[in-house]
C-alpha cells in the first residue's frame, strides 16, 4: 500500500521560498494514472488542494496560486516536491501530500502532515 512523508522546514520568514517534499513508498510516482497532489490546511480553515504532479510529470496548479506555485519530482528518489515563493504569515499551515489514482480526491492517501509556520 502507498505510504506518503512530508519532510521539510517547520519555519520559514516572510518572503523566503518555502520547499516541501513528499517521499512516497509502495508504489512509483510514474505508475500508470497515479496523480500526486499538494494540499494544505490553515488553522481553523478548511482543507485546501494547492496543485498536483502527474504520473507522467506533467502538472496543474489551482488557479490563484499558479503565480507563485510549482511542484516537481525526483523519480530516482521517489519524491515529488512543492515549491511556494514569497510565503507570508497567511500561508502558515499544516501542509500534506496525497496520492492516488485520477485526480485529486478524499479516497486518495494521504501523509500525516507537516507543519510549517511563517514568521520573521
Known amino acids: 500500500q502507498v505510504q506518503l512523508v512530508e519532510s521539510g522546514p517547520g519555519l520559514v520568514k516572510p518572503s523566503q521560498t518555502l520547499s516541501l517534499t513528499c517521499t512516497v513508498s509502495g508504489g512509483a510516482i510514474t505508475t500508470t494514472n497515479y496523480h500526486w497532489s499538494w494540499l494544505r490546511q490553515p488553522p481553523g480553515q478548511e482543507l485546501e488542494w494547492m496543485g498536483t504532479i502527474r504520473y507522467t510529470g506533467s502538472t496543474y496548479i489551482k488557479n490563484s496560486l499558479k503565480s507563485r506555485t510549482s511542484i516537481s519530482r525526483d523519480t530516482s528518489k521517489n519524491q515529488f516536491i512543492l515549491h511556494l515563493t514569497s510565503v507570508n504569515p497567511e500561508n502558515t499551515s499544516v501542509y500534506f501530500c496525497?496520492?492516488?489514482?485520477?485526480?485529486?480526491?478524499?479516497?486518495?492517501?494521504r501523509g500525516q502532515g507537516t507543519q510549517v509556520i511563517v514568521s520573521s
Open positions: 496525497a496520492g492516488g489514482i485520477g485526480p485529486w480526491s478524499n479516497q486518495h492517501r
